[in-house]
């Protein structure tokens, strides 16, 4: 196939400096600076570090209130204080989730980020409307993002009855993922809860992702319940836990115990290296054969004011919370953004490399190290072959 474009003098991670040629959507050679062909289209990326683009690992399209006028932070300081005070606000707000989810894809698109897991909130209340909306955005939104959508119980399974039936008609519907939610903390039934959601994605061969803020050794138990569930249904490699905050609670044997369950049932762990409270310890994790990946999760909503989006500023904050000063360390930060969370949400034409898919970010550094330390916002970003956005601006779309 003709080249159609070619990426010209870019700096690889491994400190080479090639031309990337690539042919409508893929990349098809990579050859050193100057030898790449001139009869096509060029972008200049001389001094820019090249990589693949940014996965994002978890991130509620739904939620986000971006688009109105800065909406102050609503009280309520349990989960299901919480989960209340963000169904009041839904019913009042004046921009639908087309309307706010697209302006959050358009903002993260110019960041960067060129694939993406997101929940989104059903309940007996809404039913599949969310859903429906996010596979509009998916349509919409196909040439600057590929979307994975999870069917997300935000007011619980057993609390809330209906929601199995809804899940259920979720994934029949185009949903990619079973959710679930505090099996203990929000449903108060463990057993119950973990029986329906894996009933739910044993029955259509789906994977699941799992919000758990439960504490200390509940959270920890839960843990090895899903890692054991896993592993019933044939699922290794295909269950991740978003957040997990008990796995930087518990002492060294519940620790032992329960990282070797997550490791064999391939159960992999999302964080999105929160604030005043307990984080998993990515590295201990990682000795045990444990994948951790990285996501923003709320962005400008009901939960949080914070976020934007930039999941290189969230490899820094990762990395800060987590010690991470070494070289080998910030690369891995950096891991935590692209290759990882391409590989949990299984995004097989994804890499820098022949044959693969021509999705990349060209950032103003040297190295992977100093593009985490120092987040760069002068970026420009390619994808499907396609200039999409240059110094956090979108280009004009078709
Ligand atoms: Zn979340």
Not at 83 to 104: M, Q
Request: charged share 20%; glycine share 12%.
């Amino acid at each position: 196939m003709q080249p159609t474009l070619v990426v010209a003098g870019a700096t690889t991670a491994g400190g080479h400096t090639v031309d990337i040629v690539i042919a409508g959507e893929t990349i098809t050679a990579i050859v050193p600076a100057g030898e790449g062909p001139d009869d096509c289209d060029r972008i200049d990326a001389t001094d820019r570090l090249a990589a693949p683009s940014f996965v994002e690992g978890h991130i509620h399209l739904d939620k986000t209130l971006l688009g109105l006028p800065f909406i102050p932070h609503l009280p309520g300081e349990t989960v299901a204080l919480r989960i209340a005070a963000e169904k009041a606000l839904r019913r009042t707000l004046a921009l639908p989730i087309e309307e706010r989810g697209g302006r959050l894809i358009e903002q993260i698109a110019a960041f960067g980020t060129g694939s993406l897991r997101s929940h989104v909130d059903i309940d007996t209340e809404i039913g599949l409307s969310g859903l429906h909306a996010l596979i509009r955005l998916k349509e919409r939104y196909w040439d600057l993002v590929d979307i994975q959508i999870v069917a997300f119980p935000q007011s619980g399974v057993i609390t809330d009855p209906g929601v199995a039936d809804l899940l259920d008609a979720a994934i029949r519907e185009g949903a990619d993922l079973v959710g679930g939610l505090d099996p203990a903390g929000i449903d108060q039934d463990v057993t119950g809860h973990l029986d329906a959601i894996f009933a739910i994605a044993g029955k259509h061969g789906v994977g699941l992702d799992i919000h758990l803020h439960d504490p200390g050794p509940l959270g920890a138990f839960e843990l090895r319940q899903i890692a054991a569930r896993t592993i019933a249904l044939g699922l290794e490699g295909k269950v991740a836990v978003s957040h997990a905050f008990a796995l930087g609670q518990i002492d060294d044997f519940e620790f032992g115990r329960t990282a070797e369950a997550l490791a064999t049932a391939r159960v992999a762990i999302m964080t999105n290296g929160p604030g005043p409270v307990a984080m998993p310890p990515v590295r201990r994790l990682n000795a045990a054969g444990v994948t951790v990946f990285a996501g923003s999760d709320n962005i400008r909503d009901a939960w949080s004011p914070y976020g934007d989006g930039d999941l290189l500023r969230r490899a820094m904050l990762i990395g800060y919370r987590q010690d991470f000063l070494t070289d080998a360390s910030l690369a891995h930060a950096f891991a935590m953004v692209t290759e990882i969370p391409a590989a949990v949400l299984g995004i097989d034409h994804y890499g820098l490399a022949p044959g693969k898919r021509a999705d990349l970010v060209l950032l103003a550094a040297a190295s992977l190290p100093e593009a985490v330390a120092g987040a760069p916002l002068d970026r420009t970003v390619i994808k499907r072959g396609r200039l999409v956005a240059r110094k956090g601006m979108l280009a004009p779309r078709d």
